[in-house]
Nanobody, 126 residues
């Protein structure tokens, strides 16, 4: 079993920045064996991929809507992955979820991530 806990959400004005953190822990496995992803879900919409980081941290992937504004990074020693969000827009408002997968491939589908956090609200005001 993997525990995933997000933090760092809040209310910010358009153009501002926030950094989300995600701590993942599991008995018997090291953090570096997990592919990590950030997803978000706005009211009335499906959960969508935002950014992902490969197990080694050598590969990252972003959705087109956040590319150039968001950065995913991680610290394997701290079992933590981060999502730095800059130049935030009102359309970025959503509940943001961190998810973990044991697959080698950095997937963008929610179906490939069996472990999820509880989510953290990000609200961007105009």
């Amino acid at each position: 079993q993997v525990q995933v806990v997000e933090s760092g959400g809040g209310l910010v004005q358009a153009g501002g920045s926030l950094r989300l953190s995600c701590a993942a822990s599991a008995s018997g496995r090291t953090f570096s064996t997990y592919t990590m992803g950030w997803f978000r879900q706005a009211p009335g919409k499906e959960r969508e991929f935002v950014a992902g980081r490969s197990r080694s941290g050598g590969s990252t992937r972003y959705s087109d809507s956040v590319k150039g504004r968001f950065t995913i990074s991680g610290d394997n020693a701290k079992n933590t992955v981060y999502l730095q969000m800059n130049s935030l827009k009102p359309e970025d408002t959503a509940v943001y979820y961190c998810a973990a997968s044991t697959t080698v491939i950095l997937h963008t589908s929610t179906l490939q991530y069996p472990y999820w956090g509880q989510g953290t609200q990000v609200t961007v005001s105009s």
